[in-house]
């Protein structure tokens, strides 16, 4: 979701039977206000670079940015709670796109509701509609409204930054507070996880941010339980998955059926706005460019209980686990080969993308060139 300078975006989150909602939100450019209303209570935060903020299911919120001259860009995770799979946002305002939830409502029961006659009601929520807006493409939306400096100024009276508001279990957090151990010179990865953040503990998700520096290369590995939902913020790279081999309009088999061993390498160039997602299970690597860094962030989902495995690198890595019978019948070459060949990577989690210069080029200058 982008916002451009001093636009306001409107919308309403609403518990019902039908969905519910709950979202996270990072601020991966630009300068944010959040206003969430929950009940009597209104909370305004201040968001920087690389905040999170949960919204609860059945607020009310509203964002604004309040940069004059960047966009804003926020990466959002729905969580219906309802309704899985579905979700929908309620607007208090709007004539067409967003449409007021008011319209849902007879003039009677909006008379009675409000105590006022229908053409006051008209007048203060739902507006004339005119002929021009009636034809209007669906897919033009009135969610996003121009904001004056003095309307931002306004908005921003009383907001906190995530900063001001400490370890609370409402309010927004920074990912970079939660630097992981396998960061190194050639790549930094944060995760922000539920047993460290209140407002992440019964999602049962984590945020991450990694920023790969160029040339360099995240480690093939792969998830035990989590899926991963990652958004390209900044710079360009390579996405590799090792995935089943299924042929073109192949159906897909019953369990009796199911054949081992077919496996494929999918590879996506990566630049900034993409989006990719890994299943739990799926070794996967990402390669960022010689030009720039590649900054990711994004969500493991289902994240309880998981465990990140890398297969190549010196710590954590599950073929070194494996006890040397097995290794002689699991790979084509004996132990003692295969025991040499781990060895030679002598970094952990990220490492140079050319390996026959890693020793000398702990800053990865050089690195992957796309063809």
């Not at 904001?147 to 921003?156: G, P």
């Not at 939902?229 to 089943?244: K, M, Q």
Request: proline share 5%; glycine share 8%.
């Amino acid at each position: 979701m982008a916002i451009k300078p001093s636009l306001l975006l409107c919308f309403l989150l609403v518990a019902s039977l039908s969905v519910s909602l709950s979202s996270a939100y990072i601020r991966s450019g630009g300068s944010a206000l959040f206003t969430i209303v929950s009940g009597n209570n209104r909370e305004s935060y201040n968001l920087e670079r690389d905040d999170v903020l949960r919204i609860p299911a059945g607020a009310t919120a509203y964002a604004a940015n309040r940069d004059n001259n960047q966009n804003l860009r926020i990466v959002k995770l729905v969580v219906p709670v309802s309704n899985p799979g579905k979700f929908q946002d309620f607007f208090p305002g709007g004539q067409q796109n967003p449409r007021s939830y008011y319209h849902g409502f007879s003039r009677q029961t909006l008379e009675a509701a409000f105590n006022s006659p229908y053409p006051a009601i008209v007048r203060a929520l739902l507006g004339q509609q005119s002929e021009q807006q009636e034809g209007q493409s669906q897919s033009q939306t009135q969610a996003l409204v121009r904001a004056t400096r003095d309307q931002i100024r306004q908005l921003r009276q009383n907001a906190r930054s995530s900063q001001e508001v400490g370890q609370s279990r409402s309010g927004p957090f920074n990912l970079r507070n939660f630097q992981n151990p396998i960061s190194n010179n050639y790549g930094r990865f944060w995760e922000a996880h539920p047993n460290q953040v209140p407002q992440l503990q019964d999602l049962d998700v984590s945020v991450i941010l990694m920023v790969l520096n160029q040339g360099s290369l995240f480690l093939p590995h792969k998830n035990s339980k989590t899926w991963v939902v990652a958004y390209v913020s900044e710079g360009s790279g390579l996405f590799e998955i090792a995935t089943p081999r299924r042929e073109q309009g192949q159906e897909e088999q019953e369990e009796q059926e199911q054949t081992y061993g077919e496996i494929q390498g999918l590879s996506a160039q990566l630049n900034q706005g993409d989006v990719f997602v890994v299943p739990p299970g799926y070794p996967f690597a990402l390669t960022a460019s010689n030009n720039n860094n590649l900054h990711v962030v994004g969500f493991d989902i289902n994240i309880q209980d998981n465990q990140r495995s890398f297969l190549a690198g010196e710590r954590d890595n599950v073929i070194a686990q494996i006890d040397s019978v097995a290794k002689e019948l699991t790979f084509s070459g004996s132990n003692q080969q295969v025991e040499s060949l781990l060895r030679n990577q002598r970094q952990s989690y990220f490492a140079s993308a050319q390996p026959q210069q890693q020793e000398q080029q702990q800053g990865g200058e050089s690195g992957y060139a796309f063809a």
